[in-house]
């Protein structure tokens, strides 16, 4: 058998669940973190700086060779009120090529002459309308290669300037732009990871069940990422 499509009718989005998957016990530090999460985003920026990167994920060199991979750069901004500290995501749009419907931290192709970082934040302004002047790039949260569209995705953390940034949206891009608190992120009811099984090598797949939509793949495991550095950079603060 191929893939199977999940068809859940709560989500937006259809996940391409291979026949052998099973769910896993959510990691121990999630709990610790949704216990010891600081009350602003100022602290969370605070303990990621303070928190290093691991190695990428799916470095091996790809049989085309890893010149022909193309870069992109995405930008997590970290927004909210005293004690709501939340993420920014956006919604592609649902008529786009590639990956139409999903969740996604802004970001974009890297340009002749650009870094990651400055394509980050440039499709950021291009996407949302949030300048770079009310950003404060934190770091590299981490690296990773997407194979299938012969992409290495690299993600840094912003930290807005303001608890509600002002927003422009570029509707031929974006269908809608919304937030998620941290503590939300971190609940049982929301957060839950898979191990799927493909060719023989098993991966684990991560999900965040928000309102009508699944934050899964690339974007749910930059999200994780992100949370494990805040949980460590606490640790050493």
Not at 129 to 155: C, K, M, N, P, Y
């Amino acid at each position: 058998m191929g893939e199977v499509i999940d068809l859940d009718a709560r989500f937006r989005q259809s996940i391409p669940r291979p026949p052998t998957y099973r769910r896993i016990r959510r990691p121990r530090w999630v709990n610790e973190l949704a216990v010891e999460l600081p009350s602003n985003r100022f602290d969370i920026a605070r303990a990621f700086a303070l928190s290093q990167e691991r190695p990428a994920p799916f470095v091996a060199e790809p049989p085309w060779g890893a010149e022909k991979m193309k870069q992109s750069g995405v930008l997590a901004l970290l927004t909210g009120s005293v004690h709501r500290p939340a993420l920014l995501f956006t919604r592609r749009a649902s008529h786009l090529k590639s990956h139409a419907g999903e969740v996604s931290f802004p970001g974009g192709k890297v340009e002749d002459g650009e870094t990651p970082l400055e394509a980050a934040v440039r499709e950021t302004y291009e996407e949302i309308g949030v300048v770079h002047q009310d950003i404060e790039v934190i770091g590299r949260v981490t690296e990773l290669s997407t194979f299938s569209t012969r992409f290495t995705l690299v993600a840094f953390l912003g930290l807005s300037h303001f608890s509600i940034p002002s927003l422009l949206v570029n509707e031929s891009e974006v269908d809608e732009v919304f937030s998620v608190d941290i503590a939300d992120l971190l609940s049982e009811d929301v957060y839950h990871r898979e191990l799927w099984r493909r060719g023989g090598e098993e991966r684990e797949m991560h999900f965040f069940e928000v309102g009508q939509d699944l934050i899964w793949g690339a974007t749910a495991f930059i999200t994780v990422e992100l949370l494990r550095r805040i949980f460590t950079g606490l640790s050493r603060d």
